[in-house]
């Protein structure tokens, strides 16, 4: 795969992605395209983004400290699961009785769950898990994520071949 910047999917409250005022921040054109830049290259120097920006490199490094303060981005390595050991992904309907905040909490400080979301519609939350092969799959799903208390039932959607996964949909 490739590193960039991606926007933060992690289970930091809300509000520390927030300004002071409670509201999120203002992203002016000149940030939008910094964070276009590293999305294509997140080892892009600051430099060459500057140059495309209309910036100079000190500009473009304060706003990118800025941008990851704020919870904006972060800028990561995204590697293909397969090749690092991980044979096994799934995503995981998950039913509720009670605090869905809660639950998706306690499923947020699981390692393997890589992606947590609450929805609306047939499921309470949506969990994608990330395991090293079908055995530990079942044990995080039967053994850990039915057990969070609150937890009513699951359905999993077990991946056969994943043909698409980017995290360059820019600032649309």
Known sequence: ??????????????DSRESRNGSSPQL?????AIIEQLQ?????????????VGLSEAAVRQRVQKLLD??????V???DPLTVGFRRQAMVGVNVEGDVEA????????????YVVMTAGSFDLMVEIVCEDDDHLLEVINKRIRAVPGV????SFV???LKKQTYMWGTR
């Open 159 to 161: 991946y056969l071949k």
């Open 103 to 114: 639950v998706a909490d306690a499923l947020s400080a699981m390692s393997e769950c890589e």
């Open 152 to 155: 009513r039932s699951t359905e």
């Open 28 to 32: 002016d054109a000149v940030s939008l």
């Open 40 to 52: 294509e290259d997140g080892r892009r120097p600051y430099a060459a983004i500057g140059k495309a």
């Open 1 to 14: 795969m490739h590193s960039g910047a991606v926007a933060s999917r992690s289970a930091e409250p809300k």
């Open 77 to 79: 390595a995204v590697t």
């Open 70 to 75: 704020q919870g904006v981005m972060q800028i």
